[in-house]
Structure formats: structure tokens, C-alpha cells
């Protein structure tokens, strides 16, 4: 089992990243190694040390903006995450998508790398660039599961609909319903899966997927998990933030402690159970702005720390050399060249004197 308390020595390192990097088709060049070991050596310090903040988010509406083309309130958190929290702070994606579904969406959409990976409905934890899943997690899924039961007794109801062979997944089978059969569907497989001796959890989201899972699983129950572990071996984060849009994300919300956004884009069953539920705790609110941007809301809102986006900065000249940050600098050099390259820098000659002042602290950092 992998645990965050343990620093791992590089060879460690090498070993779990080369084996998970060889059963790639595309063998890796000793560069692309050498990076994959780098970046899962970074993760692995950050998952040892006391995060300043951990947010847990969805992707889908959450995260992600599919109305926002140019990905504007993405970049901004982007930009945000990668100069304040980066060093110091643990990224968590927590998403319904299966791990095909989810490395396509980063092919269309500037996702940073996060720290921690939750898919296919909190059913399966991984960490790092290198994906490398949590074994003391599946043991936990395997209680009270059998697969082969939950494909018996769902095939004799005609209004499921099997979702693709990419979203059927070892903790997780997945159909696609019609809103208004839902609740009684839901109803009749539970009872049956019950007789059957199973301990099923069944999640119905977005209007239209209906999820079986094992009963210990589901988002919530993935950052229970997280947290119980990192608790026991000292590292509990000092805040954690929970982001979502729909109904499968309400567990979440449901962790003790937390505090929680839901995006201003959040759908009625996510609403629906807030009222419910939680209309009491002040920790949760509903955020006015859309996905990433209701994120960045959130942080400004609970006070979790910086939520002024480099890109909202407009004068990048600006240069505090007493309070010298070398990722923030460099986030700033990006944003600089990004909007040079559009010819949008009316003060270059100040920025260059800057930029020349900041790499005298970069080359002495
Ligand atoms: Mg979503």
C-alpha cells in the first residue's frame, strides 16, 4: 500500500515509475522517465507534508466550463493554483469519468496534473502523473461486491441501458435511465441486490447515468478514505475544499469538516439535497460564478488563502522582490509572453527591467 508519511527513496521511486511506465505501448525515452520520476517524487513529498489546503474537485461543470471554449475561468485557477499552491498544497480530482473518459477529457482541456486522482464514482484512487493506484483501496471495494450478481440482476430490467465497455469498470457498472423511471428502478435493484447478499450503493446523477456501485464506495467515501489516512499518519490537511455541480457529488459535501462550493451552475438534484441536508452549514455555499470561477469564489470566501488569479492581475511590471516567489514569477513570465505574443504589453521596456531583476533572484534562488 502506498502511504504519504514515508518519504520514498528515488530508488523506490524508479522501480514503481518505470513499472508503471513500461506496460505503456509507447516506450518511454529516459527523459520522459527521469521527468515521470521527478514529478511523482514531488507528489509523493507533497502527500508527506501537511498540505496548506487540499481541494477536491469534479470535473465535469465543476472544473471544467463545456460552455467556455476559450477555457478562460479554467486557466485562471490554472494560473492561481500554480503560483500560490502548487508547493504547498494538494490538488485532488474526483471524477465520475473512468480513466479512458478521463484522459480523453485532458486531451481537450488545459487540466493541470493533480495529486490525487478519483474516478469512475470514487472507486478508484490513484497518485500522480504516473496514475498509480491505492491497493488498500480496492481491498476495502472487494467487501460485499460481486460483479458478476450486479450483470445478472440488471440484465432482467429492460429500462437500463448499458453504458460503453469503457465505463464498466472492476467497482462500478453503469447504465443510462430515464429520469422519470429512475426512483422506482432504483428501488427494485436495491431490494434485489439486497436478497442477493451484496452491499450496493446506486447513484443516480446528471439526470440520466445510474451508477452500481459497492456500498463502501462513492466520492465521499474516497475522501473519508484519504482523510482517515491522512490523519493517521499526522498529515491532515489544514483545509479542504470540495467543489461540485451534481448529484453524485453531495457526498462530498457530506464529509465532517469540510468546506464546499457548489458552482453557480449546480444542478437541481445538487441543490435539492443541499436543502435537505445542509441549508444549516454556513461551511457550504452556493457560488454565483461558474465552475473554476465559483472555485476561485470559494478559496476568496472562506479565506483558504490567495484568490487573486495571476491572470487578473493586469500590470504584470509589478515586481516584489521582498516577497521573491520564484513559481509565481514564473506563472507572471508566462502570462507576460502569452499576452506579448498578442501584442497587448504597452510598458515592455518596464517589464524587461524587472524580468532582469527577477532572474538575478532566480539564478541566486
Ligand atoms: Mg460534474
Not at 528515488?10 to 527523459?31: A, D, E
Not at 455555499?285 to 492581475?313: M, W
Request: hydrophobic letters at 40%; one cysteine or more; proline letters at 4%.
Amino acid at each position: 500500500m502506498l502511504r504519504f508519511g514515508t518519504v520514498i527513496p528515488i530508488s523506490s521511486y524508479s522501480s514503481i515509475t518505470c513499472s508503471c511506465i513500461n506496460n505503456h505501448p509507447h516506450h518511454p525515452t529516459s527523459l520522459s522517465t527521469s521527468v515521470s520520476e521527478a514529478s511523482l517524487k514531488a507528489t509523493m513529498n507533497r502527500l508527506a507534508g501537511v498540505a496548506r489546503l487540499m481541494i477536491v474537485s469534479d470535473l465535469d461543470h465543476t472544473m471544467v466550463d463545456h460552455h467556455d471554449l476559450d477555457n478562460l475561468a479554467l486557466l485562471r485557477f490554472n494560473a492561481l493554483w500554480e503560483s500560490n499552491y502548487r508547493n504547498n498544497s494538494l490538488l485532488v480530482f474526483s471524477t465520475g469519468r473512468s480513466p479512458t473518459l478521463y484522459k480523453e477529457l485532458r486531451k481537450e482541456k488545459p487540466l493541470l496534473v493533480p495529486d490525487i486522482t478519483i474516478m469512475s464514482v470514487g472507486t478508484e484512487i490513484t497518485y500522480g502523473n504516473s496514475m498509480i493506484p491505492d491497493d488498500g483501496w480496492i481491498e476495502i471495494l472487494n467487501q460485499k461486491w460481486n460483479r458478476n450478481v450486479v450483470s445478472e440482476e440488471t440484465k432482467k430490467i429492460s429500462e437500463l441501458t448499458l453504458q460503453s465497455e469503457t465505463e464498466q469498470r472492476p467497482h462500478k457498472v453503469s447504465f443510462y435511465i430515464q429520469k422519470d423511471k429512475a426512483e422506482d428502478i432504483m428501488k427494485v435493484l436495491s431490494t434485489r441486490l439486497e436478497e442477493r447478499g451484496l452491499d450496493v450503493k446506486i447513484i443516480y446523477s446528471g439526470g440520466m447515468d445510474l451508477d452500481i456501485l459497492p456500498q463502501g464506495a462513492g466520492k465521499g467515501q474516497a475522501l473519508a478514505y484519504l482523510l482517515k489516512k491522512f490523519k493517521a499518519e499526522g498529515n491532515l490537511p489544514h483545509s479542504t475544499l470540495v467543489c461540485g455541480d451534481s448529484g453524485n457529488d453531495a457526498e462530498l459535501f457530506s464529509i465532517p469538516d469540510v468546506h464546499g462550493v457548489m458552482v453557480s451552475n449546480a444542478q437541481e438534484e445538487l441543490l435539492q439535497w443541499h436543502v435537505a441536508n445542509a441549508k444549516d452549514n454556513p461551511k457550504i455555499i452556493h457560488a454565483t460564478e461558474r465552475c473554476a470561477a465559483g472555485i476561485i469564489q470559494a478559496i476568496g470566501y472562506f479565506n483558504l488563502g490567495p484568490s487573486k488569479s495571476p491572470r487578473d492581475v493586469t500590470d504584470l511590471s509589478d515586481s516584489k522582490m521582498e516577497k521573491f516567489d520564484p513559481a509565481y514569477e514564473v506563472v507572471k513570465f508566462y502570462l507576460f509572453y502569452e499576452r506579448w505574443r498578442r501584442a497587448e504589453v504597452e510598458n515592455s521596456e518596464l517589464y524587461f527591467a524587472n524580468l532582469k531583476a527577477v532572474c538575478v533572484c532566480l539564478i541566486s534562488f
